[in-house]
């Protein structure tokens, strides 16, 4: 099992350019979610998918798009980036958040400039 | 609305040293969750346990030990004869069943180990 991955690893963006961050587990986890790290606030859920077709928002959602097509994939979508977006991006699947652990993956490091 | 606070934001110990690393919570659910997870300087996220709110036995494994108390709302960790290994971030974290889905992180303890 390669558990969670992320691509790529670093990626830096201009002001305005859109990307999309790629994450995808070979567990068969209904539940994945994303979050982003930022220095002294810990981790906070941007968006997440109890399965597929199926998303919802966390506690930063704005400026993020997310869609889950497969069980496999979920991909963050970055419409139009912007400097307060510079942070570490961790993708991460569970059975289920409330009985078992989320395992996660290796992050993402974007900057924006 | 649920909260995390790790007040502790940097400790340094010498290797051998017992450390505490503490953890407080705040949620209206009585059913919720409790988490640590280690990050390493490599960076990754490290599961170390989950506990859920009616069992508040401690429990040990190894060098590591989790003390978890709901009348305090704390839920604290241990690491006893520190090794240089254990220098990393360590977040708590709190799943209520209100947001099942959401699992709200602390701010994180950075814990520094030297010889």
């Known amino acids: 099992n390669a558990g969670v991955t992320q691509t790529p690893k670093f990626q830096v963006l201009k002001t305005g350019q859109s990307m999309t961050l790629q994450c995808a587990q070979d567990?068969?986890?209904?539940?994945m979610s994303w979050y982003r790290q930022d220095p002294g606030m810990g981790l906070r859920l941007i968006h997440y998918?109890?399965?597929?077709?199926?998303?919802d928002q966390g506690e930063v959602p704005n400026g993020y798009n997310v869609s889950r097509s497969t069980t496999e994939d979920f991909p963050l979508r970055l419409l139009s980036a912007a400097p307060s977006q510079t942070s570490v991006y961790f993708c991460?699947?569970?059975?289920?958040?409330?009985?078992?652990?989320?395992?996660f993956g290796p992050g993402t490091r974007l900057t924006v400039t | 609305a649920q909260k995390v606070t790790q007040a502790q934001t940097e400790i340094s110990v010498v290797e051998k040293e017992d450390v505490t690393l503490d953890c407080v919570y705040e949620?209206?659910?009585?059913?919720?969750?409790l988490f640590w997870y280690k990050q390493p300087p490599s960076g990754e996220l490290v599961f170390l346990i989950r506990?859920?709110?009616?069992?508040?036995q401690n429990e040990i494994s190894g060098r590591y030990s989790w003390n978890f108390q709901k009348s305090t709302s704390s839920f604290n960790f241990t690491i006893t004869a520190s090794q240089v290994v254990d220098s990393a971030v360590y977040f708590c974290?709190?799943?209520?069943?209100?947001?099942?889905?959401?699992?709200?992180f602390g701010t994180g303890t950075r814990l520094q180990v030297t010889l």
């Open positions: 991460a699947s569970s059975y289920s958040p409330i009985y078992y652990e989320q395992y």
């Open positions: 567990m068969n986890h209904e539940y």
């Open positions: 998918s109890v399965g597929a077709g199926i998303t």
């Open positions: 949620t209206r659910d009585t059913t919720y969750y």
């Open positions: 506990r859920n709110s009616f069992d508040e």
């Open positions: 974290a709190l799943l209520d069943t209100g947001t099942a889905s959401k699992l709200t």
